[in-house]
């Protein structure tokens, strides 16, 4: 840890985390206003005292529609990690460690896959299958499966013909413990730079969907849906675009300083 902390890219990156998880946490205990109450008297309302981030064009305080937005945000992405990395994994590890046939299905399809822009992947199933948060991470989590399979196949090579892994089947120990017990902890710093660099990817993804109106439907606050609802906006109340639009980047570039500052150090 006292290298990570030394990396200054991973030292900026965690502090600009620290920043929004803070805020994420209090907003699981404290949300200033409902984020649905409508006041049309008061709308599109500088900051003050009473609103500190000011009011959206309906009268809702911005300030708890970004504190419940970087829920949905962070909920978004973690499960697309998730499920991204649990899957990247079962497939980058067998087909690494196995080869053959196995490994050029697995390969052939992620490389099809890779063909295509994620973003446009995500809006064909979208198209497909509907709106909502449920389609929305169900696609986001196909779009990073490849980046995690190909890391972990790639480690999986370098090591399933290592002296230790040879020592192991020697020692009468299976594949599978090979795999899982022996191998892949050494593939944790790769993943866990990976996982960070494809959380700030499905929250970019993410809010441009939502700003596209195919990711996460109103009246479910999303960073996206802000910024597609404040451009209208952007001569009347700038600070209604300017603020989503900061919360995104903050949460883009902590996560990506944080896996560049892994990778940095691991190598």
């Not at 000011?54 to 499920?83: E, P």
Request: charged content about 15%.
């Amino acid at each position: 840890m006292k290298r990570y902390l030394e990396n200054g890219s991973f030292l900026f990156g965690l502090i600009l985390l620290s920043f929004l998880l803070l805020v994420l946490f209090t907003s699981l205990f404290y949300i200033p206003y409902d984020t649905s109450a409508i006041e049309i008297s008061n709308k599109l309302a500088v900051p003050s005292s009473s609103h500190l981030l000011g009011t959206d064009q309906f009268g809702r305080d911005i300030l708890s529609r970004v504190m419940k937005g970087l829920q949905t945000s962070f909920s978004i992405g973690l499960l697309v990690v998730a499920i991204g990395l649990f899957f990247g994994i079962l497939l980058g590890s067998f087909s690494g460690y196995y080869k053959g046939l196995l490994d050029e299905v697995v390969m052939k399809v992620i490389d099809a896959q890779m063909a295509f822009p994620g973003i446009l992947v995500a809006m064909m199933l979208i198209a497909v299958f509907g709106n909502g948060v449920g389609n929305t991470i169900a696609a986001l989590a196909v779009m990073s499966i490849p980046r995690f399979t190909r890391i972990t196949r790639s480690g999986f090579i370098k090591y399933r013909e290592s002296e230790f892994v040879k020592a192991e089947r020697v020692r009468g120990n299976g594949n599978l413990r090979i795999m899982f017990l022996h191998i892949l902890p050494l593939l944790r710093s790769e993943l866990v730079a990976t996982a960070s660099l494809s959380f700030a990817s499905a929250v970019m993804s993410e809010s441009g969907l939502s700003y596209l109106g195919l990711g996460v439907q109103p009246p479910t606050p999303s960073l996206g849906t802000m910024l597609s609802e404040a451009q209208d906006y952007i001569f009347i109340a700038p600070w209604y675009i300017f603020i989503p639009a900061i919360v995104i980047t903050l949460m883009v570039m902590g996560f990506n300083l944080v896996g560049d500052g892994i990778q940095e150090v691991s190598s």
